[in-house]
C-alpha cells in the first residue's frame, strides 16, 4: 500500500491507532477463511455447551414464559392454520414465522429451534469478523469475532424464543453487504443490503432509524472519491436504492395490514405504546408496562387498549391505539420538560451501564441456573470500556467507519426513545465489540512497545470502565441469592411439568428470600406463590401446612374463591370447626348458589355439635337441588354430588341418634 494511501486511512494524529490497526487488503484471504472457522468453532462448541446444560438444568427450556410463550403460541397458531390472522401485526412478523418454519421442520421440538439459533449466533460472531475485517487487520477482527462468540448475554439470549438472535444477524448481515456495496460500487449489492434490511426492519421496525443516517455514510465515503457534485449524485442514487430494497420486504407487511384489518399499519401497530411505557410520568426508563394495566402479557395489553378506548370514548383502530399513546407520550414530553430530560438521561446512562437489565426474566438467575454462571465469559463490564477506548482512539478514523460510528449512536437513540433493557441493547453490541476489538489490539501492542500510548489510553480506559461500572455498585439483579421472583418462575414450570414436590420447594424458597430480602417486586406474584403453595399442600392432604398459605390468598376473583373452597376444607378436616363455619360463610356471601360450600358448611356445623343448622343447611341445598330426572341429573358431577349430598344426610341421621 502505497504511503498516500495509508495517511488518509490513518492520519498522523493517531499513528498509535495506525500501528494496531492498520488496513486491510481488498479481499479476504485463507488466513481470513481460517481465522473465521476459529471463530465460528469456538462460538459454536461454546453454545453447544450451553445447550446441554440448559435443557437439563433449566426447566423453563420447554416451557417459555411472557414473549417467548407468545412467539411460540403466534408460531403453533400459524401452523394450526391461521396463516394470514385476523388482526394488524401488533408486533414484527418476520421472527414468528420463521420460528413456524423450524418448529414444524424439527417435529414440534423446541430443542431443535434452539439449535438453529445458536447456529445462527456463531453465524453472527463470523459476520463480525468479516465486518471489522473491511476497516482493520486481521488481529483486531480476531478480537472482535471472539468478543461477540464468547459474550455471554449473546449466548443466553439464543436459548430462548426471543427475535434478538434473529435481528442480531440480520442487522451485521446488512452492515457487511452494505460496506462490500459501498467498496464495490455496485448497485446491486445496495438493493441486496436494502433487502436484508427490510428483513431485519419486520424483525424490528426501529433499525429503520439508520435510514436517516445512510446519506451521511454514502455522502462521507464518496467524498473520497470524487468531486461535489459526484458525492452529491453518488449518495443519493445510493440511498434510494437502498431504501427500494427495503420497501420490496416491508410493502407486502403493510398490504397485509391493510387487507386483513383495513387499518394503515405499516408493519406493527406497538409503537406508540412502547414510546408512552419510556416517555410517561411513572416511568423508570426500563419497566415495560403501561401504568394502570396488568403485569401478565395479554391482561397488560387488553388493558392498554381499554384504556385507551375508554379515554376517546370509542373503539378504536390499531393504529389510533398506537397514536393515542404517542399522543400521551409526547404531551409527558413538552408538558413536564424537566422530568422528561431527568428520564432521558437516564435512559442513556442505562444503555451503557453494566447491569444486564431484564425484560422477561432475570438474565443472571437463568444463566446460573442453565449451569454457565461459573465461566468466565465477558459481559458488558468488560466489553463497555473497551468500546468505548475504541471510539476515542478511533475517533481520527471517524469519515472512514461514520458506518459503525452512526450505526452506534442511531440504535441507542432509537432505544432510549422507548425504555432500556438487556434485551434491546444486544444488538449493538457485535459492533461495540469491533470497537472493543481495537482497543485490546492497541492496547496489547502499545504495552509491548509504545509505552508512551500505553500511559495515554489506560487512564481514558479507567474512567470509562468506572463510568459503565459504577452501575454495579447499586445493581441487584446480579444477586441471585436474592432473587426470589425466579424461584416463583421455576416454581410455575415445575408444576407445568407435573412434579409438584420442586414446585413446592421452588415456591417455598421464593418466599423465603422475600421475607430475607424483601424484593418489592415479589409483591406483584406473592399471591400467586400463596395460592399455588397451599393448592399443591391441600392436593397432599397435608391441612396444616396448607392453612397458612391458604389465609393470605384473600381477593376477590375465582382464586379467592378456590381458596376459600380449599380452606374451609382444610378447617373442617383439622377439627377447627369455628373457622370453617366462618370461610363458608364468606364463600357463600361471594357465591349465594355455591352449592359445595353449603354441604361443606352442613358438615361442618354437624361435626361442630350444631345439628339444629346442620339440617337448616342440609334441608336448604336439597330444596334448591334439581328434580329427579331433569337436565344435567346424569352428569359425574350431578352424580357425585347427590351421592355426598345422601351421605351427609345419613351422617346427620346417625349423630341424631337414627332418630329421622
Known amino acids: 500500500m502505497a504511503k498516500s494511501e495509508r495517511r488518509k486511512i490513518a492520519p498522523s494524529a493517531d499513528r498509535g491507532a495506525a500501528r494496531a490497526g492498520e488496513a486491510k487488503p481488498r479481499g479476504l484471504d485463507r488466513a481470513d477463511a481460517r481465522n473465521a472457522a476459529i471463530v465460528f468453532g469456538a462460538a459454536l462448541v461454546l453454545r453447544l455447551v450451553f445447550f446441554f446444560l440448559n435443557r437439563r438444568n433449566n426447566p423453563l427450556f420447554d416451557y417459555p414464559i411472557m414473549d417467548a410463550k407468545y412467539h411460540l403460541e403466534w408460531a403453533q397458531g400459524i401452523l394450526a392454520g391461521d396463516f394470514w390472522g385476523d388482526e394488524v401485526f401488533f408486533r414484527a412478523p418476520f421472527y414468528p414465522y420463521l420460528l413456524a418454519l423450524l418448529y414444524k421442520i424439527g417435529g414440534a421440538k423446541i430443542g431443535f429451534v434452539i439449535l438453529c439459533q445458536h447456529l445462527m449466533g456463531s453465524l453472527s460472531a463470523v459476520l463480525v469478523y468479516i465486518l471489522s475485517r473491511r476497516f482493520f487487520a486481521g488481529g483486531v477482527s480476531l478480537a472482535a469475532g471472539f468478543l461477540t462468540a464468547l459474550y455471554w448475554p449473546l449466548i443466553y439470549f439464543e436459548g430462548d424464543l426471543l427475535f434478538e438472535t434473529l435481528f442480531v444477524f440480520l442487522t451485521l448481515a446488512f452492515l457487511v453487504a452494505l460496506v462490500a456495496a459501498i467498496e464495490r460500487r455496485s448497485a446491486a449489492l445496495l438493493a441486496v443490503s436494502g433487502a436484508v434490511l427490510g428483513l431485519a426492519a419486520i424483525t424490528r421496525p426501529p433499525i429503520l432509524v439508520l435510514v436517516p443516517v445512510l446519506p451521511f455514510v454514502f455522502r462521507l465515503s464518496a467524498e473520497g472519491r470524487g468531486t461535489a457534485g459526484a458525492a452529491r449524485r453518488g449518495w443519493i442514487r445510493s440511498t434510494a436504492l437502498v431504501i ?264 417455598e424458597d421464593a418466599l423465603e428470600r422475600y421475607r430475607k430480602y424483601k424484593h418489592p417486586g415479589f409483591l406483584i406474584v406473592s399471591r400467586n406463590v400463596e395460592y399455588n403453595l397451599g393448592r399443591l399442600y391441600w392436593s397432599k392432604k397435608s391441612c396444616a401446612q396448607a392453612i397458612p398459605h391458604l389465609e393470605k390468598v384473600g381477593g376477590n376473583d375465582q382464586y379467592a374463591v378456590l381458596a376459600l373452597e380449599m380452606l374451609a376444607e382444610c378447617y373442617t378436616n383439622e377439627k377447627r370447626y369455628a373457622n370453617a363455619i366462618e370461610a363458608y360463610g364468606v364463600l357463600l356471601r361471594a357465591v349465594p348458589q355455591h352449592r359445595k360450600a353449603k354441604l361443606g358448611l352442613a358438615r361442618a356445623y354437624r361435626l361442630s355439635g350444631d345439628l339444629e343448622r346442620a339440617g337448616d343447611t342440609l334441608q336448604d341445598l336439597a330444596a334448591s337441588s334439581p328434580r329427579p330426572g331433569g337436565r344435567g341429573q346424569e352428569t359425574p358431577e350431578a352424580l357425585a354430588e347427590s351421592d355426598a349430598l345422601r351421605a351427609e344426610v345419613e351422617a346427620l341421621r346417625k349423630a341424631r341418634g337414627g332418630a329421622e
Open 244 to 507: 427500494a430494497g427495503a420497501l420490496a420486504l416491508i410493502v407486502p407487511v403493510t398490504v397485509r395490514n391493510y387487507v386483513v384489518g383495513r387499518d394503515f399499519v405499516g408493519i406493527a401497530s406497538q409503537g406508540g405504546v412502547n414510546f408512552y411505557i419510556g416517555n410517561n410520568p411513572q416511568s423508570d426508563g426500563r419497566t415495560a408496562i403501561v401504568p394502570g394495566t396488568r403485569w401478565d402479557w395479554w391482561g397488560g395489553y387488553e388493558d392498554s387498549i381499554k384504556l385507551a378506548e375508554t379515554a376517546m370514548g370509542r373503539k378504536l383502530k390499531p393504529s389510533e391505539v398506537s397514536d393515542y399513546y404517542f399522543r400521551k407520550g409526547m404531551e409527558f414530553i413538552v408538558t413536564d420538560p424537566a422530568k422528561s430530560v431527568s428520564l432521558l438521561a437516564r435512559k442513556l446512562y442505562l444503555f451503557w451501564a453494566a447491569g444486564e437489565r431484564s425484560n422477561n426474566k432475570y438474565i443472571y438467575f437463568f444463566w446460573h441456573q442453565s449451569g454457565m454462571g461459573k465461566v468466565p465469559l465477558p459481559g458488558f463490564w468488560f466489553l463497555g470500556p473497551l468500546s468505548l477506548l475504541g471510539g476515542v482512539l478511533l475517533w481520527p478514523r471517524r469519515r472512514e467507519l461514520s458506518l459503525l460510528y452512526l450505526f452506534v449512536v442511531a440504535y441507542m437513540l432509537a432505544i432510549v426513545a422507548f425504555f432500556v433493557n438487556d434485551r434491546f441493547r444486544v444488538p449493538v453490541v457485535p459492533v461495540l465489540a469491533v470497537f472493543a476489538g481495537y482497543s485490546i489490539v492497541h492496547l496489547w501492542k502499545a504495552f509491548r512497545g509504545s509505552k508512551s500510548a500505553l500511559w495515554t489510553a489506560l487512564p481514558i480506559l479507567a474512567a470509562c470502565a468506572v463510568f459503565v461500572n459504577a452501575d454495579l455498585l447499586r445493581f441487584a439483579e446480579n444477586k441471585i441469592e436474592q432473587d426470589a421472583l425466579s424461584h416463583y418462575t421455576l416454581g410455575n414450570a415445575y408444576l407445568n411439568r407435573g412434579d409438584t414436590e420442586k414446585a413446592i420447594g421452588e415456591y
